[in-house]
């Protein structure tokens, strides 16, 4: 069985940056496992599995556009330091959780430190970088009727 839509995954992956850093693996873990084709991976890397079978490995390099996005400027607030949360030290590298008005959260680091306030950066972590997957497929199998209707694997 290959892997396209509505199919269940198991993979184990490793994903390195430009620079060679290992920036996460699922090695010693169990492996990653998601239903295909319902936005629980990066888009990115999603297409390229597509028609992989159990046991095959593929590395895939996927562009900052497929993956977590582009650094943009508008990310970057400039926050008065009264309204910083009590807890948060205001130093460079200092990473603090701040919910959009649609409701998520999101993480963001502090870039720079004024007398008066702070630039707290909330792009993603890896939004310019190249992802360099390694990939390799454990089982692919169909979807139950349950996961299909969660939108997740079991
Ligand atoms: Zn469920």
Same mark, same amino acid.
């Given at each position: 069985m =290959?892997?396209?839509k509505?199919?269940i &995954?198991?993979?184990?992956?490793? !994903?390195k940056l430009d620079?060679g850093? &290992?920036?996460?693996?699922?090695?010693?873990?169990e492996p990653?496992?998601?239903l295909?084709?319902h @936005?629980?991976?990066?888009p990115? !890397?999603?297409?390229?599995l597509?028609?992989?079978k159990? @046991?095959?490995?593929?590395?895939v390099?996927v562009?900052?556009?497929? /993956?977590?996005?582009k650094? =943009?400027?508008?990310?970057?607030?400039? #926050?008065p330091l009264?309204?910083?949360?009590r807890?948060?030290d205001?130093?460079?590298?200092e990473?603090?959780?701040?919910?959009t008005?649609?409701?998520h959260?999101?993480v /963001?680091t502090i870039?720079? &430190?004024r007398p008066?306030? #702070?630039?707290?950066?909330?792009?993603?972590?890896?939004?310019d970088?190249?992802?360099?997957?390694? &990939?390799?497929v #454990?089982?692919v199998r169909d979807? =139950?009727?349950?996961? !299909?209707a969660? /939108?997740?694997?079991?």
């Open positions: =290959s892997i396209q509505d199919k &995954v198991e993979m184990h992956y490793t !994903l620079d850093q &290992v920036r996460d693996t699922s090695d010693g873990r990653l496992k998601f295909c084709g @936005g629980q991976i990066i990115g !890397l999603e297409n390229e597509i028609g992989l159990e @046991g095959e490995e593929k590395t390099r562009a900052p556009e497929d /993956g977590y996005g650094k =943009s400027e508008d990310m970057i607030h400039t #926050v009264d309204q910083l949360p807890e948060i205001p130093r460079v590298g990473k603090l959780q701040a919910q008005p649609e409701g959260m999101i /963001g870039t720079k &430190v008066e306030n #702070v630039d707290i950066d909330f792009n993603h972590e890896l939004a970088e190249h992802l360099n997957f390694n &990939v390799k #454990v089982s979807a =139950s009727n349950e996961e !299909l969660h /939108g997740h694997a079991h």
